[in-house]
């Protein structure tokens, strides 16, 4: 089975702090992605990586900047975290090839920012 | 522009019946259409997937879907729905390939409350 996993499912971090969320998959996948969950909004696409070292923006990019270093780690940066970041973050990955390809979730990562 | 829309924020069904969740996409091509469920606390997880043929694809637990092209629906359906099926519910469909990456874009998703 694909699993994706979120390095934490809970963190509380104060308003200016620089925040690290970690992503590991263990498929090999080419694409990894991370989403933003807010009630009544759906996911959001914050950012997405095709390759290594590869990134382009999603639909909410601001205040937000990713890293791939390697190709089963994708982490989310919140430069210097906001009260309206608060929210569940999704990671996703998926393989290559044609549009439509499954995406794979981890369970969430649930951030205060107080 | 590439868009999906559950117009069913919260629905609220008793054990036993029967179930539709509504989806509509906006696409300018073959779409790839997806149902994900997020069970509370959870990650998403795949129900099923239309890519091509058979407009009335099967998933995981009971779930069905039928994709109407000219109704640019793909609306989910259980016959019988089990107390464990309470859940949020989203439609997907697959995004071009900008950037050679697919991207899933995500309706707001539908609350699913079963009722004893």
């Known amino acids: 089975d694909v699993k994706v996993t979120q390095s934490s499912r809970y963190l509380v971090k104060r308003t200016g702090e620089k925040v690290f969320l970690e992503c590991v998959q263990d498929?090999?996948?080419?694409?990894m992605f991370w989403y933003r969950q807010d009630p009544g909004l759906g996911l959001r696409l914050i950012y997405f990586?095709?390759?290594?070292?590869?990134?382009e923006k999603g639909d909410i990019p601001e205040g937000y900047s990713v890293s791939r270093e390697k190709k089963e780690r994708f982490s989310l940066i919140l430069e210097s975290a906001s009260t309206n970041q608060t929210s569940m973050y999704l990671c996703?990955?998926?393989?290559?090839?044609?549009?439509?390809?499954?995406?794979?979730f981890g369970q969430g990562t649930r951030l205060t920012v107080v | 522009a590439q868009s999906v829309t559950q117009p069913d924020i919260h629905i609220t069904v008793s054990e036993g019946a029967s179930l539709e969740l509504r989806c509509n996409y906006s696409?300018?091509?073959?779409?790839?259409l997806f149902w994900y469920v997020q069970s509370p606390g959870q990650g998403l997880q795949l129900l099923l997937k239309?890519?091509?043929?058979?407009?009335l694809v099967q998933g995981i637990k009971g779930f069905e879907a039928e994709f109407k092209r000219s109704q640019s629906s793909f609306n989910l359906r259980k016959p019988s729905v089990h107390w464990s099926d309470a859940a949020e519910y989203f439609c997907?469909?697959?995004?071009?390939?900008?950037?050679?990456?697919?991207?899933?874009?995500f309706g707001t998703g539908t609350l699913l409350a079963v009722q004893p």
């Open positions: 498929m090999d996948h080419e694409n």
């Open positions: 990586s095709y390759d290594v070292k590869m990134k």
């Open positions: 696409y300018g091509a073959t779409p790839y």
């Open positions: 239309y890519f091509s043929g058979d407009t």
């Open positions: 997907a469909v697959g995004g071009k390939r900008g950037g050679a990456t697919n991207k899933l874009i």
């Open positions: 996703a990955s998926s393989p290559p090839g044609w549009v439509g390809a499954e995406a794979f």
